[in-house]
């Protein structure tokens, strides 16, 4: 078991540049979860998975975020147009079978310079 | 809406000492809660969850929370503290559809 990994750890990028991150979850985990983490704040729910069926998205999801997760295994979650509101750190979680335990990955810390 | 309070930003206890870290929470239902620690360059740990029954639940690393739903907190307790304990620490509601809203976190200091 290796634990949900992201990749990039880090990203620094210009305003108005497209970027994607990406996540996998720990082995055979239906459920994949992403959310963000501002400075000084706990993280917020963005989106969440079950298999690849994208079954909630919250409202700080503007149209310029998108998620997918094709095969139900892997997820990247894309921003476009970035804006200097969307330096955070973007943290992804995974879980199953029990839903109410979500493992964690090490996020990634993304500047909008 | 749901929301979670975390009274203190920052915390500071000698190594030790006991440490209490507070939660309020605010939920119509029953609620599941749930502490998480944060380490510089770390994903967050699950350190325990209540669901129902027992009041006071046991965690990893030696810590244990109660929760008291006449004041709707869900406190952090370990009896003595480590230098290694030192860590932001997040507590956490569930919402329908499991969606954990967090507090904004207590950043524990430990001082030798």
């Known amino acids: 078991d290796t634990g949900v990994s992201q990749d990039p750890r880090h990203k620094i990028t210009k305003r108005g540049q497209n970027v994607t991150f990406r996540c996998d979850p720990i082995?055979?985990?239906?459920?994949l979860y992403w959310y963000r983490q501002t400075l000084g704040q706990g993280p917020e729910f963005l989106t969440y998975?079950?298999?690849?069926?994208?079954?909630?998205k919250s409202r700080l999801l503007s149209d310029r975020f998108s998620a997918e997760r094709p095969k139900g295994s892997f997820s990247t979650l894309e921003i476009q147009r970035t804006e200097q509101g969307d330096s955070a750190m973007y943290l992804c979680?995974?879980?199953?079978?029990?839903?109410?335990?979500?493992?964690f990955g090490p996020g990634t810390r993304l500047t909008v310079t | 809406a749901q929301s979670v309070t975390q009274p203190d930003i920052h915390i500071t206890v000698s190594e030790g000492a006991s440490l209490e870290l507070r939660c309020n929470y605010s939920?119509?239902?029953?609620?599941?809660l749930f502490w998480y620690v944060q380490s510089p360059g770390q994903g967050l740990q699950l350190l325990l969850k209540?669901?129902?029954?027992?009041?006071l639940v046991q965690g990893i690393k030696g810590f244990e929370a109660e929760f008291k739903r006449s004041q709707s907190s869900f406190n952090l307790r370990k009896p003595s503290v480590h230098w290694s304990d030192a860590a932001e620490y997040f507590c956490?509601?569930?919402?329908?559809?499991?969606?954990?809203?967090f507090g904004a976190g207590t950043i524990l200091r430990v001082k030798s």
């Open positions: 979680a995974s879980s199953f079978p029990d839903p109410y335990e979500q493992y």
């Open positions: 082995s055979e985990h239906n459920r």
């Open positions: 998975f079950q298999n690849e069926a994208q079954l909630e």
């Open positions: 939920y119509g239902a029953t609620p599941y």
């Open positions: 209540y669901f129902s029954g027992d009041t």
């Open positions: 956490a509601v569930m919402e329908y559809g499991n969606k954990l809203v």
